[in-house]
């Protein structure tokens, strides 16, 4: 027999043990009782021992089942009363919560032994959705679940204090299914190879050991060769940038005017010089990308001053949406701190930051990606001493449209743009240095 305990008499409803005084009294014949939670695999242990006739009575504390109830099993083979009288109960578990475990869609196979698998047919960075399971294999059903999903081998451990109430932040999300048994959560390749780790939390904070999957794909989406040539402002022009072997431009004393200087025989790459004044930036006379999809975004950037203060804030590459408003755009905040933003057609800021300020006259490589399957924002940027890489969770709702409008280039920035990139589809950490010897010697454009 089961009675029910959670959400009667004054106990939670989410309670995940109790203790009570149970009671056989008028046994019929000689045995035991054992009690379980409900839902689970019933135990060969004895809570109490009696003799036919007898009364006997004893202190339990057992676990409770994912509906709220405890099972009561008479070992004997006459019938017997029962009575339970509950003392107190328990609102979480001492030890953590079992690791979870993660099992894969039958379109990845799993690699014998690991817990790593390829997508069947060979799969695209940035395509495809797979619904993985997570389920708790413990004894207590869990509260919820968070997990990340990152290119490999992904985070080592989850922020503090998330609970089915927050929001998702940085690569994480909560995910918090009725029973606290089982989940299905989509995720689509971030990288060659994608990490999916999951951690279970209890209902007092207690934490499980990761788990971690690990699936790979064979392709990528075609490194972006189409030059969508841009006009500059009026108040600004074309220069050269010298640069090394590898794509990088060497440094400058200033990010005004020819940066090619001093170094005699190099190659030079055609930067876009803005100026900064209102309405004064570079155009395309159509669109790079539709922003309701997935698009990367790179470039190299020399600000003449990052951190302006006030209410300036500086734009690097904008897509224009198909309103005229913004779609998404990387800039540079009043304190000089990179950052991509996208609006959704709710009108919401999905927005993710490089919490670090850059140097005046100073070139720093930013690479930047909207994953609409993963619903993520990706930004990493590089700089002279400085590698910072962020993510954050973006909302679920759609994001504004861009199928009509131009990009620009600069729009209240003061300082040079080099080997601009906006293209569909999402590229991988090797694409975005490989895509810069896409660039010749005479591109006046964006690359797409």
Known sequence: MSFQVGGVSGIPANVSAVVFNLTVTGPKSFGFVSAFASGTERPNASNVNFGVGQTVANSVTVPVGADGKVTLFNRSSGTTDL??????????????????????????????????????????????????????????????????????????SMPVNLSCDTPRVHEFVVVCPAEGRKATVTVGPADRSTSLKVWAFDYVGNVSYPADYEFRVANTVPVPATVLPITAPSNGSWVPVAIQANGTPYATESCQGDASAGYSGSPTRNALQVNGLPDQFGTTASPAVNTAESFSVSGWFCPTNPAPGGNTIQSLIAQVSDTGDLAAAVRLNTDGQPELDTWTTGGTLNQVQILTGQTSNQWFFLTAV????????????????????????????????????????????????LNPVLTQGILTKDQFSWVQTQFGPGTQGILK
Not at 103 to 122: E, K, M, W
């Open 83 to 156: 009575i339970a009288d509950v003392a107190g109960y328990f609102m979480g578990q001492l030890m953590p919560p079992a690791t979870p475990v993660i099992t894969p869609p039958a379109s990845i196979t799993t690699i014998p032994g690991t817990n790593t698998g390829t997508v069947n047919g060979g799969g695209t960075v940035g395509e495809g959705k797979y619904d993985f399971t997570i389920s708790e294999p413990g004894t207590y059903p869990a509260k919820g679940f968070a997990y990340a999903v990152t290119d490999a081998p992904g985070p080592t």
């Open 370 to 417: 909207y994953d609409k399957v993963n619903q993520q924002l990706r930004m990493t940027v590089s700089s002279a001493g400085y590698s910072g890489t962020w993510t954050t969770a973006a909302a679920t709702q759609t994001h504004l449209p861009s199928t009509t409008q131009p990009v620009r280039l600069g729009e209240g920035f003061k300082g040079q743009i």
